[in-house]
């Protein structure tokens, strides 16, 4: 598992437009890293940021804690937020600070 305290904006920047797996009891659903974003001064290193994820309409995510899987990262239990609709696919918000 990877340890949340130890990434830093810079591991998401590249991986902007890749796609993350979340896993459910009723199967896995394909979240795409839309932006990566500095959100200020924070005691994390690198400071605060702010990731967003867009996944389709059609199967919505709780807001709660989930686990997510990316090859370059591995898995990791993020906090994922609904905050709307972007064209065709929901968007997701995990903030880090």
């Known amino acids: 598992?990877?340890?949340?305290?130890?990434?830093?904006?810079?591991?998401?920047?590249p991986l902007v437009g890749e796609t993350f797996r979340l896993n459910?009891?009723?199967?896995?659903?394909?979240?795409v890293l839309h932006e990566a974003q500095?959100?200020?001064?924070?005691?994390?290193?690198?400071g605060a940021f702010s990731l967003v994820f867009r996944?389709?309409?059609d199967q919505p995510v709780a807001q709660q804690l989930h686990p997510i899987h990316h090859p370059a990262l591995g898995s990791m239990h993020l906090f994922l937020v609904p905050i709307?609709?972007?064209?065709?696919?929901l968007a997701y918000e995990a903030i880090f600070t």
């Open 1 to 13: 598992m990877t340890d949340l305290a130890t990434l830093e904006l810079a591991a998401f920047v």
């Open 24 to 31: 459910t009891d009723e199967g896995n659903i394909d979240l």
């Open 38 to 46: 500095a959100l200020g001064l924070s005691p994390r290193p690198g």
């Open 55 to 57: 996944a389709p309409q």
């Open 84 to 89: 709307g609709s972007v064209g065709d696919d």
